[in-house]
């Protein structure tokens, strides 16, 4: 692949919280590439960006999209991409902003970096700080103890998915779990039985879950309410909330490996 051609692409992470949590090197392609595209919820993220870069672009008007019959969440991430790449093929140093990290559970980037280097653009991502980052941090559940499992709560809900108990499970998009049509951006209580009861196939519905949601300024809270997994359907969330179900299981030894490792080990004692 060539990389020759004028424009140029870096896609950045603002991380969750306003400001402070970008990387000194995400926040130096802000300032200096010639124009900004943000997809960034917080209003007063965007401002900022808006103040600090050369030239600014909102991608977050694409999502009125989704009302126009026919049209989906795929249709406007696909519109947003496109934008980004309108702005590289006229020969523009452009960064593409996403909150969070721009590369977790965000197809906009993926799609814009993929498309970008196909035309031979150089292309590339910075990495940021995302919501499980801050999850790990707030409460103080480290992964590499028990292994942790991610998947997005309608993937998990419409697929047939082997779950470990012994290891801790977030669900992200916890807020829109459910919805096929693509369009919505909230769940009712009907569709979160109905992943309660897929959830309740692997844990009992007495196990305590976590409904956790970052603080996006340095004012706010975090949330970290724990019920118990029965009582899901009936708690409010936000669009943005995630579902972090820790272990209910102890880890099982496996004593077929272990004896396999301590043979390994004799023979070369030996
Ligand atoms: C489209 S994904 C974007 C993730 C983002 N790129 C990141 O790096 O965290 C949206 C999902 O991320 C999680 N999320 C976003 N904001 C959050 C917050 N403030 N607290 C907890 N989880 C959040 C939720 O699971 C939400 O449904």
Known sequence: MTTQQA????????????????TPISKSYIETFDVVIAAVPNIFTRQWLQEIAKDFICLNGHYEETKIEGKTRRDTYRRMADTILTEVRAGKRVCAAFYGHPGIFACISHMAIADARKEGFSAH?????????????????????RGMQSMEATQFMIYQRTIDPSAMFIVWQIGIAGDLTMKRFDTEPAHLQIITDKLAKTYSLDHEVILYEAATHPLEQIR????KLRDLPRT???QYTTLVIPAEKELQLDQAV?????????SRAA
């Open 236 to 238: 409010p969330l936000k």
């Open 7 to 22: 424009g140029q692409l870096v896609c950045v992470g603002t991380g969750m919280r306003m400001a402070g949590q970008l």
């Open 224 to 227: 970290a309410d724990r019920i």
């Open 125 to 145: 991502m910075e990495p940021g700080i995302s919501a499980l980052d801050c999850l790990v941090a707030d409460l103080g559940m480290d992964p590499g103890t």
């Open 258 to 266: 272990i004896d396999q490792l301590n043979a390994l080990h004799a």
